[in-house]
T-cell receptor, first 113, second 114 residues
Framework: KQEVTQIPAALSVPEGENLVLNCSFT??????LQWFRQDPGKGLTSLLL?????REQTSGRLNASLDKSSGRSTLYIAASQPGDSATYLC????????????FGTGTRLTIIP | DTGVSQNPRHKITKRGQNVTFRCDPI?????LYWYRQTLGQGPEFLTY????????KSRLLSDRFSAERPKGSFSTLEIQRTEQGDSAMYLC????????????FGSGTRLTVV
């Protein structure tokens, strides 16, 4: 059974700092990995999607990396802003026949102005 | 198309009542998923459809839960005889199958059972 772990559970950093969020998964037989953002009481917004054959994806100040063999992904946020405050979730999708997302419990990020 | 739409946004119900939620996916997406998220946890898979066919159901989906997707468009999730443990955010998502594309989630329906 796939298990996804995110560390740390919560993180507070001053505005302007760069930061890294971590995600690990137990079964490396994934189809893709997706990072989401969730604001309090809201749904999920997709940030980055990395296919299993890719090593990283970038969007603006966000960069996600994937090391499938070691079961790890990181989300790097550059020059953090107060608007980045949210919960960040990573999720992995299995291969054909197991096509659902398995989520971690998230990292709650607070950017201090 | 403005994305995945879920209604209602919030639902408060008394224990023992039945509730029904609706999800309208992105029109060209033939895959539709339901997830449940409790406070402080990540979303957990409940069930998914390809067109009108329900392809998988989680063991979390007890006999009190039923999901349908008639005509392969919108979907409904019904919970019968609600219990306090059913209080959660119910999230719907849609996608295209096996194109490598990700999920698009709706804003969710927050259920509170009192």
């Amino acid at each position: 059974k796939q298990e996804v772990t995110q560390i740390p559970a919560a993180l507070s950093v001053p505005e302007g700092e760069n930061l890294v969020l971590n995600c690990s998964f137990t079964d490396s037989a994934i189809y893709n990995l997706q990072w989401f953002r969730q604001d309090p009481g809201k749904g999920l917004t997709s940030l980055l999607l990395i296919q299993s054959s890719q090593r990283e994806q970038t969007s603006g100040r966000l960069n996600a990396s994937l090391d499938k063999s070691s079961g790890r992904s990181t989300l790097y946020i550059a020059a953090s802003q107060p608007g980045d405050s949210a919960t960040y979730l990573c999720a992995v999708m299995g291969h054909f026949g197991n096509e659902k997302l398995t989520f971690g419990t998230g990292t709650r990020l607070t950017i201090i102005p | 198309d403005t994305g995945v739409s879920q209604n209602p946004r919030h639902k408060i119900t008394k224990r023992g009542q039945n509730v029904t939620f609706r999800c309208d996916p992105i029109s060209e997406h033939n895959r539709l998923y339901w997830y449940r998220q409790t406070l402080g946890q990540g979303p957990e898979f409940l069930t998914y459809f390809q067109n009108e066919a329900q392809l998988e159901k989680s063991r979390l989906l007890s006999d009190r839960f039923s999901a349908e997707r008639p005509k392969g468009s919108f979907s409904t999730l019904e919970i019968q005889r609600t219990e306090q443990g059913d209080s959660a955010m119910y999230l719907c998502a849609s996608s295209l199958p096996w194109t490598g594309g990700g999920y698009t989630f709706g804003s969710g329906t927050r259920l509170t059972v009192v």
